[in-house]
């Protein structure tokens, strides 16, 4: 029984920040691998950031790397991305996912989806 709702998304002008939100139902959040994907018109969905399974670090796509901040609650199963200095390129569906984790550094090959919420970003 996994099940994640994003919200947050909505219009922007350049320059301007959201933070999305991932709430998640699951037995045990903290047995889960979670990041954050996006997929704009056209293209492949893609990986934006990440938390690690290990040592709790993070990893962000180098077009979001020191402007996106990926983080979560774990008292209340919710992920975070905090998305600063938003540009058009940015404008796209944001996915959560989760993936259950096997071992201490091994995330599962299935995935769970949230329905996504959009971002818009204007010049």
């Known amino acids: 029984q996994v099940q994640l709702v994003e919200s947050g998304g909505g219009s922007v002008q350049a320059g301007g920040s959201l933070r999305l939100s991932c709430a998640a139902s699951?037995?045990?959040?903290?047995?889960?691998?979670m990041a954050w994907f996006r997929q704009a018109p056209g293209k492949e969905r893609e990986g934006v950031a990440a938390?690690?399974?290990?040592?709790?670090?993070?990893v962000y796509a180098d077009s979001v790397k020191g402007r996106f901040t990926i983080s979560q609650d774990n008292a209340k199963n919710t992920l975070y991305l905090q998305m600063n200095s938003l540009q058009p390129e940015d404008t796209a569906m944001y996915y959560c996912r989760a993936r259950r984790r096997l071992s201490t550094l091994i995330c599962s090959v299935d995935q769970y989806w949230g329905q996504g919420t959009q971002v818009t970003v204007s010049s």
């Open positions: 699951m037995y045990t959040y903290s047995r889960y691998c």
């Open positions: 938390i690690t399974p290990g040592g709790g670090g993070t």
